[in-house]
């Protein structure tokens, strides 16, 4: 219950997840959970090659943590590239994909960056979408306007080839912090959670006694306004 933000193990043998601040892990078949380790504020986890699951806090860090447990790599912001929101990283930890977080209040808005974490520079290759995933080493996932999209990727020159292709229409998201609700497994199996974009909203005046009436505006995503 509560778990959110899972990812499949590379032989699909096991999912990881998050659940308040403890970063788990259950077999696919089922069973007991495991906890791997303690966590703070945790946005994203992915599970690499190497036996090493990989936890996102906040966006601004990376960190490595052993799929049985133990000792936390963690990769901060100065040893990194900065104001990149990272969301995945290849099996081989030396690229990573990102959102740049200075745009747009909409993640929908963003560019999908690569991320050379060796040489701490990043490079535009989508130009709309957040929540960048790579699906083996010749794929990337990402969401844009609540759809689920998959383009190739040419990992030698480090570039998308051809046109995205959209894989699965109304999936649920938060635009505004640049998260998305899916998981896709080396093997191809997808898994989602169905919905919309729940950082659309609508206005609502409320006075002091907690009467409410909508504001007659449309539904969007809404930010920092003044009276």
């Given at each position: ?99 740049e977080?200075?745009?747009a ?7 999908v ?65 640049g ?29 002091r ?8 505006l ?10």
């Amino acid at each position: 219950d509560e778990a959110h933000f899972a990812c499949f193990s590379p032989d699909d043998r096991w999912i990881a997840f998050l659940v308040g601040d403890k970063l788990k892990k259950v077999a696919v078949g089922g069973g007991a959970s495991i906890v791997l380790a303690n966590v703070t504020t945790p946005v994203r986890a992915v599970w690499i090659e190497g036996g090493v699951v990989v936890l996102s806090r906040q966006g601004f860090e990376l960190d490595f943590v052993p799929e049985g447990g133990g000792t936390t790599e963690v990769l901060s912001p100065d040893k990194a590239t900065g104001f990149h929101g990272f969301t995945d990283v290849h099996p081989g930890k030396k690229l990573a994909l990102a959102r740049e977080l200075r745009i747009a209040s909409s993640a929908n808005y963003c560019p999908v960056l690569l991320v050379d974490l060796e040489r701490r520079s990043a490079t535009p290759i989508v130009e709309r979408g957040f929540g960048a995933q790579f699906v083996g080493s010749r794929w990337i996932s990402y969401a844009c306007d609540s759809n689920l999209y998959i383009v190739e990727f040419d990992l030698e020159n480090r570039r998308v080839v051809g046109e995205p292709t959209m894989l699965q229409a109304g999936v649920a998201n938060e635009s505004l912090f640049g998260q998305v609700q899916f998981a896709i497994s080396n093997s191809g199996l997808v898994a989602f959670v169905p919905g919309e974009d729940h950082s659309v909203g609508r206005l609502t005046w409320i006075d002091r006694n907690g009467r409410s009436e909508a504001i007659p505006l449309p539904p969007a995503l809404y930010g920092v306004f003044d009276l």
